[in-house]
């Protein structure tokens, strides 16, 4: 095999290497698009999902499930009824931890 067609193949498999390290999705693969709605009405609340940052999102998501078969919203969890949320939800997780 001639030099040319070498350093051809070792710079595809160089240029390969490269491009399998690099993150496919910037911010991860989030649920929610957008900062999200900044209140939903309580009436319409069904089931609240807090979705903590992890490895998939590097942002916490609280994802509304409204009663009524209305579908789901994304919190914006800067809000005012978002920290309300969070907060009721661990002192719910510790109490729940403080019972056993």
Do not use: W
Request: with cysteine; hydrophobic share 40%; net charge positive.
């Amino acid at each position: 095999m001639c030099v040319k067609g070498m350093s051809t193949v070792l710079a595809v498999i160089f240029c390969a290497m490269i491009v399998q390290g690099f993150p496919m999705f910037k911010g991860g693969r989030c649920l929610c698009i957008g900062p999200g709605v900044k209140a939903v009405k309580v009436a319409d609340i069904e089931k609240v999902s807090i979705i903590y940052p992890s490895n998939n999102c590097d942002k916490i998501e609280l994802i509304i499930t409204l009663k009524a078969h209305k579908g789901q919203r994304c919190l914006n969890p800067k809000s005012k009824q978002a920290n309300a949320i969070i907060k009721k939800a661990e002192r719910r997780n510790f109490l729940k931890y403080q019972n056993v």
